[in-house]
């Protein structure tokens, strides 16, 4: 069912009881071409992108709960592709391209919306890395735009610019960045790929991998033996469990993060902007209320809850910034089990295992990185070569040293 | 999250600082299979959900190091000791 503003008008005279479901919820097969593990906004993606673009459509996703209630449902939704290292920059370029289309293509209104991604800079020091990196986005063909002090309070004149020890000197602004309703692209990914015939399995955890003969042949499940010619694992923060049913060891540490919304009120945060002195970035959702985040919790985790020193961390970070924000109540704040990996770069890749493969390491900045992910993913399972813009997202370059450290933390995870 | 360190006391999460995994010893680096183990030591992890044990720095305390066995699903703090009997044992 195509949705059109004719099918809205249609659907109104028999006063909205024929919508049909999104998508279509399917009991496994005996066996799939591929299976894709996880049905977050990177699995999805993942079966859209095969189906629509390479044709491969036995395709079934395996999601151990419902869609969506992992990362995708739980981020803050940041889309943007600031990036300095020329391994990582043209993968999020790749991925915004396609969230500028991504609702003519996918039929479906995931409220992309462009209000700008500003980073905020304190120092002289600090000034200088935003040069760079402005200028290798420039490089990349992808805009940036340096803000004077100035030019920052015009833009949010309620900034704290008295602040004596942290001011603000300027800011970093990519415009075609901004948000994204990460439910509905989740929705949107599932209704389209389910429309071309992938098959969304839920509550159906894979517990083992079926090998013969060093192969993997399929996945063992709560809900039975499934077999496959490939499997595709892209489980986000579950990653390393999955891969030790195969025996491997990832360079991934698994840290909960978590994430912030404040009671709704008027509008007042007109684009995204992070504090740069601490850890802080903030927007406002269409209902009004502020979302808001900061660091990792710092220690390995499956809880998908945090602690409170966090809590006071990030909201002292919030108070730093915009002083006004201490009117406002807290209205929920929840936390999502993310992949950390070691250099704070993710991996598209092959496995050491013949007919597994690997999409994951998304630290948090995964949700911007849905559709290039979904598409780069679909590009190395169907043509077994990895797509120009995610070849350096290899699994061996923590053997090789290529790294991809845009931070240049090393290997602490809960540094990136 | 509160760790009971072995010096100071039941103390509050925000003194410490996490360090991840123990027992990822430095290899020698004039061994014949340096690079692979150098690549376990500084990359590989278990990062299980379950008991995890794991290195702790009591940085706004007697700044000691801690070897805390955890469980990564609750948070609940099995055992901490001073990293160094760890080594020792
Ligand atoms: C608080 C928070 C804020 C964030 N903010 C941003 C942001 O502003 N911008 C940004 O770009 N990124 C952000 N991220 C990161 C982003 O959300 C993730 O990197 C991204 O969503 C991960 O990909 P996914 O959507 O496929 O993950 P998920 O939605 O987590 O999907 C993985 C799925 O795999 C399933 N699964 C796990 N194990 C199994 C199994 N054995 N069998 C079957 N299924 C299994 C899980 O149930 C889950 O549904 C944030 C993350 C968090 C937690
Ligand atoms: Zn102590």
Sequence with gaps: MRYSLWRILREACSGHRRWEPAWRDASPKSGYEVIVVGGGGH????????????????????EKGGIGLGNAGRNTTIIRSNYLL?????????????????????NYNVMVSQRGVLNLFHSDAQRDAYVRRGNAMHLHGVDAELLDREAVRRMLPFLEFENARFPIQGGLLQRRGGTARHDAVVWGYARAASGLGVDIVQNCEVTGLIREGGRIVGVRSSRGDIRAGKVAVAVAGHSSRVAALAGLRLPIESHVLQAFVSEAVKPLIPCVVTFGAGHFYVSQSDKGGLVFGGDLDGYNSYAQRGNLPMVEEVCASGMALMPMIGRLRLL?????????????????????????????????????????SGYCFAH???????????????LDRFATGHLLDEKGQG?????H | MRIACPFCGDRDLSEFTCFGEAGCPRPLPDREDAAARFLEAVYLRDNPAGVHRELWYHASGCRSWLEVTRDTRTHEIRAVRFASEAREA
Excluded: Q
């Design chain 1, 411 to 415: 290997p602490h995870p809960n540094l």
């Design chain 1, 332 to 372: 929920r704040s929840w936390g999502g089990v993310m992949d950390m990996s070691m250099d704070g770069s993710p991996i598209i890749d092959r496995t050491p295992l013949e007919g597994l493969y690997l999409n994951a390491g998304w630290c948090y900045g995964g949700f911007k990185a849905t559709p290039a």
């Design chain 1, 43 to 62: 699995g999805l993606a993942t079966a859209y992108y095969l189906a629509k673009v390479h044709g491969v459509r036995e395709v079934a996703v395996l």
């Design chain 1, 86 to 106: 020329p391994g990582n920059n043209p993968f999020y370029e790749l991925s915004m391209r396609l969230w500028e289309g991504l609702e003519r293509d996918l």
């Design chain 1, 380 to 394: 190395l399972l169907a043509r077994e070569e990895s797509h120009e813009v995610a070849r350096a997202f290899r």
